[in-house]
């Protein structure tokens, strides 16, 4: 059976969608949702739409960021091929954590403005009790408090039980040099 591409091509497009196009997303979200949010402060922050916009365009900028970073560890790994920090696992998985997290902040937030919008128009005369900005950054907050205690949860048990994982070779690791130094054959010898 034949290769559809070959193993260069397919080095060239994965440093290329990786390197290149990752990078440009990123600076230009970086860019344009830093712009919303300066716009959005200098503007007031003073109905719920703009909270949420502004709320938006903040965790935007924050996956975009990560995102940057995590290219960035690409870079790295290409260039810096024998340092002694293993960059994959710090851009591919310590940051996808980060930048799953705060997307689905993004999302939570999307949706709430999408519902609000849909409040607006079944409801357009009893919408001024919600839409307070008080109520609405209330909101938010939870959004976003509840989104990072789960994710961190997450997180912290899953590097938890890395650690532990690791220890318990090394001790294993240790135990089997110890015994063999000593002449044992096991523990209970």
Same mark, same amino acid.
């Given at each position: 059976?034949?290769?559809?591409?070959?193993?260069?091509?397919? /080095?060239?497009?994965?440093?290329?969608?990786?390197?290149?196009?990752?990078?440009?997303?990123?600076?230009?979200?970086?860019?344009?949702?830093?712009?919303?949010?300066?716009?959005?402060?200098?503007?007031?922050?003073?109905?719920?739409?703009?909270?949420?916009?502004?709320?938006?365009?903040?965790?935007?900028?924050?996956?975009?960021?990560?995102?940057?970073?995590?290219?960035?560890?690409?870079?790295?790994?290409?260039?810096?091929?024998?340092?002694?920090?293993?960059?994959?696992?710090?851009?591919?998985?310590?940051?996808?954590?980060?930048?799953?997290?705060?997307?689905?902040?993004?999302?939570?937030?999307?949706?709430?403005?999408?519902?609000?919008?849909?409040?607006?128009?079944?409801?357009?005369?009893?919408?001024?009790?919600?839409?307070?900005?008080?109520?609405? =950054? =209330?909101?938010?907050?939870?959004?976003?408090?509840?989104?990072?205690? /789960?994710?961190?949860?997450?997180?912290?048990?899953?590097?938890?039980?890395? /650690?532990?994982?690791?220890?318990?070779?090394?001790?294993?690791?240790?135990?089997?040099?110890?015994?063999?130094?000593?002449?044992?054959?096991?523990?209970?010898?």
């Amino acid at each position: 059976m034949s290769q559809v591409i070959s193993d260069d091509v397919a /080095i060239y497009l994965h440093i290329s969608l990786n390197v290149v196009v990752r990078s440009v997303i990123s600076v230009a979200g970086v860019v344009t949702n830093l712009i919303n949010m300066i716009i959005f402060s200098k503007l007031g922050l003073k109905d719920s739409m703009s909270v949420g916009l502004f709320s938006l365009s903040l965790t935007d900028f924050l996956v975009t960021v990560i995102q940057l970073a995590s290219a960035v560890t690409f870079v790295m790994d290409l260039l810096c091929v024998n340092a002694g920090v293993d960059k994959k696992y710090l851009g591919y998985y310590s940051l996808a954590w980060a930048i799953s997290g705060v997307y689905q902040i993004s999302c939570w937030i999307t949706a709430m403005i999408s519902i609000e919008r849909c409040y607006c128009v079944v409801f357009p005369f009893k919408v001024k009790a919600y839409s307070e900005v008080s109520a609405v =950054t =209330t909101d938010m907050s939870q959004v976003i408090s509840d989104s990072c205690m /789960i994710y961190i949860n997450i997180f912290v048990n899953v590097v938890v039980r890395s /650690i532990i994982s690791v220890a318990g070779v090394v001790t294993n690791l240790i135990n089997m040099i110890i015994f063999s130094k000593l002449g044992l054959k096991d523990s209970m010898s």
